[in-house]
């Protein structure tokens, strides 16, 4: 881990950092703090500040288009002579609603664009479902944009379980009370990304859910969904190199032919 020069930062830039920590998109409001400011409550734990860390970003230039400070312009570590950890940035995040945790993760069971939605909020949790109540078509664009597919023109259609019970009684006997209802409630907006970002009710707090009411999905788009667990890599130098990519953390790197 290292740390951000505030030289260019402002209230922009505050809250794009926020939002990439998992607060909402639609109400996030930040506070960016200069060092001075917050020194009592960090000498003991830094002792004044810390030098062992890199400073990986200065010259932060962040717009309302941009939706984290990934996508924002910026000098990269190292190349810039003036910072130092006196010029560190500090942040408070706000928000009407609670900050969204990145690590979900969602598919499709039963077909490759139809079946159930099964959500879980990390990668060694098990599976579980989402409840239909209050689930709209909204949210339905929401969780097949979190399942990969494109931002710009992808539709979907919310399927209660009655009009997909033939489908899956062979594989579920009528509907599988095995695994948790992670989610009822869910309220999407257009602003929302992703499920995961979208304000609702999570396990096990709703007594009125069963697994009658999991929600089923058809997503369609003119693009092919993408797999989000594909990473990309220049070798060779930081702006100048061979570009390799892999299917996901446990592949090797390769190539990208040029044809």
Known sequence: WGTVCDDGFTEVDAVRACQMLGWPIDDTSATFHYWSTVRNQFTTTYSYYDR??????????CTTSH????????????????????????????????????????????????????????????WGTVCDDGFTEVDAVRACQMLGWPIDDTSATFHYWSTVRNQFTTTYSYYDRSVPIYMSNVGCTTSHRTLAECPRSLYPTWPSCNHQEDVY???????APYDNRWQARIVGGG?????????????????????
């Open 67 to 126: 939706r984290t400070l990934a996508e924002c312009p910026r000098s990269l570590y190292p190349t810039w002579p003036s910072c130092n950890h006196q010029e560190d940035v500090y942040l408070t995040c706000s928000s009407n609603s609670a900050p969204y945790d990145n690590r979900w993760q969602a598919r499709i069971v039963g077909g490759g664009t139809f079946g159930r939605l099964e959500v879980r909020p990390n990668s060694n949790a098990i």
């Open 217 to 223: 999905l058809t997503c369609s788009s003119n693009s």
């Open 239 to 259: 702006t100048f190199g061979r570009l390799e990519v892999r299917p996901n953390s446990n592949a090797i790197w390769g190539t990208v032919c040029d044809d």
């Open 52 to 61: 062992s860390v890199p400073i990986y970003m200065s010259n932060v230039g």
